[in-house]
């Protein structure tokens, strides 16, 4: 038994079969050992998971508000243009909460999932859907010979209306019950052959509450002020003498028409900026049609057979094997 002080020879060199193998050849054997592929399989899944992990962190409602300065004028300028002042530091406070309290509620609602199958919600977004697409659209400038070409192929929609200028007289119902209508035909009458501003002509009507005389009106405000038929059957009238009756919304009327400016369609320069807007209003509508019918293509829709209106307005029948249930004591009280 050798002592806690005694030493041990040991030979200088080991024999062949006992010595270590060349470095080359070690890291060759240790790449081959299984215990070493099943490490490096776990170290991988771990990273994988710990990535995969931060990205649903990131991918949730920040917890982060950030209040712009861009916020806070849209605030002041609200606030001003609805109680024609600005707000108080005190209100102006309460706005700023009022925002915060407005995103928290949402980003919780998201983490609830209550975006989810909310009709409300679908139709918000797809409304923005299509606004965005209309406002990449809108983005546009045409050129003045694009509008100059568009305008030549649709020009009618711009064309100045006839402008009427006409006096009337007024037979009110009110005052003349059933005989409006015929005091009226009595007075165009003694109205033959006189002018415009005959003095007979005042004394035969009742007191108006608008005007009695209309310079150049367009038919839209002929309609406006006494009703679309009325409006129509003046175009129709001739010019220089006492026409009627003429019915409109207020009664019966006799129309003196003094002169007609006739329709026309106007020059590109005079319409120029109206071109522009309906331009850019139907490049918006094509492009969001195109846009529509392109995402549209890329969903298959599943659809019962459509049964007519009085199937689809009936109540559901019961399922076959369904049994009679005991009355809901609650089923009488107003929900």
């Given at each position: 038994?050798?002592?806690?002080?005694?030493?041990?020879?040991?030979?200088?060199?080991?024999?062949?079969?006992?010595?270590?193998?060349?470095?080359?050849?070690?890291?060759?054997?240790?790449?081959?050992?299984?215990?070493?592929?099943?490490?490096?399989?776990?170290?991988?899944?771990?990273?994988?998971?710990?990535?995969?992990?931060?990205?649903?962190?990131?991918?949730?409602?920040?917890?982060?508000?950030?209040?712009?300065?861009?916020?806070?004028?849209?605030?002041?300028?609200?606030?001003?243009?609805?109680?024609?002042?600005?707000?108080?530091?005190?209100?102006?406070?309460?706005?700023?909460?009022?925002?915060?309290?407005?995103?928290?509620?949402?980003?919780?609602?998201?983490?609830?999932?209550?975006?989810?199958?909310?009709?409300?919600?679908?139709?918000?977004?797809?409304?923005?859907?299509?606004?965005?697409?209309?406002?990449?659209?809108?983005?546009?400038?045409?050129?003045?010979?694009?509008?100059?070409?568009?305008?030549?192929?649709?020009?009618?929609?711009?064309?100045?209306?006839?402008?009427?200028?006409?006096?009337?007289?007024?037979?009110?119902?009110?005052?003349?019950?059933?005989?409006?209508?015929?005091?009226?035909?009595?007075?165009?009458?003694?109205?033959?052959?006189?002018?415009?501003?005959?003095?007979?002509?005042?004394?035969?009507?009742?007191?108006?509450?608008?005007?009695?005389?209309?310079?150049?009106?367009?038919?839209?405000?002929?309609?406006?002020?006494?009703?679309?038929?009325?409006?129509?059957?003046?175009?129709?009238?001739p010019t220089?003498?006492?026409?009627?009756?003429?019915?409109?919304?207020?009664?019966?009327?006799?129309?003196?028409?003094?002169?007609?400016?006739?329709?026309?369609?106007?020059?590109?320069e005079e319409?120029?900026?109206?071109?522009?807007?309906?331009?850019?209003?139907?490049?918006?509508?094509?492009?969001?049609?195109?846009?529509?019918?392109?995402?549209?293509?890329?969903?298959?829709?599943?659809?019962?057979a459509i049964?007519?209106?009085?199937?689809?307005?009936?109540?559901?029948?019961?399922?076959?094997?369904?049994?009679?249930?005991?009355?809901?004591?609650?089923?009488?009280?107003?929900?």
């Amino acid at each position: 038994m050798l002592s806690a002080k005694s030493e041990v020879a040991l030979p200088r060199s080991l024999p062949d079969e006992l010595a270590p193998p060349p470095k080359g050849q070690q890291l060759r054997r240790w790449l081959r050992e299984p215990l070493l592929h099943f490490i490096a399989l776990g170290l991988l899944l771990f990273a994988a998971n710990s990535f995969l992990a931060r990205g649903r962190a990131v991918a949730g409602p920040s917890k982060q508000i950030e209040i712009t300065i861009d916020d806070l004028r849209q605030m002041a300028i609200f606030y001003q243009s609805r109680w024609g002042r600005p707000p108080t530091p005190e209100e102006f406070e309460g706005l700023v909460e009022s925002k915060v309290k407005e995103e928290v509620l949402y980003r919780e609602g998201l983490l609830m999932g209550l975006d989810k199958d909310d009709t409300i919600v679908k139709r918000r977004i797809a409304q923005k859907m299509q606004f965005l697409t209309q406002d990449v659209a809108a983005s546009q400038t045409p050129t003045s010979a694009m509008l100059r070409t568009w305008y030549a192929k649709h020009s009618d929609p711009f064309a100045f209306p006839n402008r009427v200028t006409f006096r009337h007289l007024y037979f009110s119902p009110d005052h003349r019950h059933g005989r409006a209508q015929d005091d009226a035909e009595k007075a165009l009458s003694r109205l033959a052959n006189q002018p415009e501003n005959s003095k007979l002509a005042a004394t035969l009507a009742d007191p108006f509450m608008f005007q009695d005389y209309y310079r150049e009106l367009a038919p839209d405000a002929i309609a406006k002020e006494f009703g679309p038929q009325f409006a129509k059957r003046i175009e129709k009238l001739p010019t220089g003498s006492w026409q009627g009756p003429v019915e409109s919304g207020f009664g019966w009327h006799l129309v003196f028409v003094d002169a007609v400016i006739p329709g026309r369609v106007p020059t590109f320069e005079e319409v120029e900026s109206e071109v522009k807007k309906a331009w850019l209003d139907e490049q918006a509508s094509q492009a969001w049609a195109n846009t529509y019918r392109d995402m549209r293509a890329q969903y298959t829709v599943s659809l019962p057979a459509i049964p007519d209106n009085a199937s689809l307005m009936a109540a559901p029948s019961p399922a076959p094997n369904s049994k009679p249930t005991a009355a809901d004591p609650l089923s009488g009280l107003p929900q």
